[in-house]
C-alpha cells in the first residue's frame, strides 16, 4: 500500500506570493488534515477535510483554505503569504474515526 | 485549550543508555499519540495509550499513560543510534472524539552517540 505523499517538498516564495501544496492520501483513508511546523515547535493543527468538506479547523486565518477532492486527496493553499507562514507542511490522512495518523514527509515552504 | 509540555528538550546519551522522555498535559488526557521525526521528515506513528495506566512496548521501547498526572513516559532502554531523532507527544484533547486533531508538545530531540 502506497504512503502519504506530498508535494512540492521544497518551495520559496515571496511575501505577499499564493502557494499551493499538495497532498495524496494513503490507500483506502478518507480523511485529511494538515498540519504547520515551525522550526523548533511541534505541528500545530490547521485543519481536516472529510467527505470534501472542511471537517474542524485549528487557529489558523482565512487565508489558510483547503480544498479535498473525490480521490481523497487534498490541497493546501495560502494567500498573502508572511514571513512567519515559512515551516513544514505536513499532511496526514486517516480513516473516519481514528486518531492514528500517517504523515507525509512534508512540504517545506520558506518565504523571503 | 490544551497544551502538552515536554521534558527535556533535548537529551544526548551514550549508545546502550536508558532514557525516559516525559510529556505532561494541562487537561485530562483521554488519549496520548507518541512519534518519531527525522529532522525535517514526516512523522511516524509509534504508540497509542488510551486509558489511564495503559502501558505499551514495541521492541526497545515502552510508553505510559499516567490519567491521574496527566502524564505520559517514553522509555527507551539500551539505546542505540538508530532512535536519534525528535519524538512527539499527541493528544487528543476532545474526550477521544477529536479524530485525528491533535495537539502535539514542543518535541524532545535525541542524539544517541556510538
Known amino acids: 500500500e502506497t504512503g502519504v505523499t506530498q508535494s512540492p517538498t521544497h518551495l520559496i516564495k515571496t511575501r505577499g506570493q499564493q502557494v499551493t501544496l499538495r497532498c495524496s492520501s494513503q490507500s483506502g483513508h478518507n480523511t485529511v488534515s494538515w498540519y504547520q511546523q515551525a522550526l523548533g515547535q511541534g505541528p500545530q493543527f490547521i485543519f481536516q477535510y472529510y467527505r470534501e468538506e472542511e471537517n474542524g479547523r485549528g487557529n489558523f486565518p482565512p487565508r489558510f483554505s483547503g480544498l479535498q477532492f473525490p480521490n481523497y486527496s487534498s490541497e493546501l493553499n495560502v494567500n498573502a503569504l508572511e514571513l512567519d507562514d515559512s515551516a513544514l507542511y505536513l499532511c496526514?490522512?486517516?480513516?473516519?474515526?481514528?486518531?492514528?495518523?500517517?504523515f507525509g514527509a512534508g512540504s517545506r515552504l520558506t518565504v523571503l | 485549550s490544551q497544551e502538552l509540555e515536554q521534558s527535556p528538550q533535548s537529551l544526548i546519551v551514550q549508545e546502550g543508555k536508558n532514557l525516559t522522555i516525559n510529556c505532561t498535559s494541562s487537561?485530562?488526557?483521554?488519549?496520548l499519540y507518541w512519534y518519531k521525526q527525522k529532522y525535517g521528515e514526516g512523522l511516524i506513528f509509534l504508540m497509542m495509550?488510551?486509558?489511564?495506566?495503559e502501558e505499551k512496548s514495541h521492541e526497545k521501547i515502552t510508553a505510559k499513560l499516567d490519567e491521574k498526572k496527566q502524564q505520559s513516559s517514553l522509555h527507551i532502554t539500551a539505546s542505540q543510534p538508530s532512535h536519534a531523532g525528535i519524538y512527539l507527544c499527541?493528544?487528543?484533547?476532545?474526550?477521544?472524539?477529536?479524530?485525528?486533531?491533535?495537539?502535539f508538545g514542543q518535541g524532545t530531540i535525541l542524539t544517541v552517540h556510538p
Open positions: 495509550l488510551q486509558k489511564g495506566g
Open positions: 499527541g493528544a487528543d484533547g476532545a474526550g477521544g472524539t477529536s479524530y485525528g486533531k491533535l495537539t
Open positions: 487537561k485530562t488526557l483521554y488519549g
Open positions: 496526514a490522512s486517516s480513516l473516519t474515526g481514528a486518531n492514528v495518523l500517517t
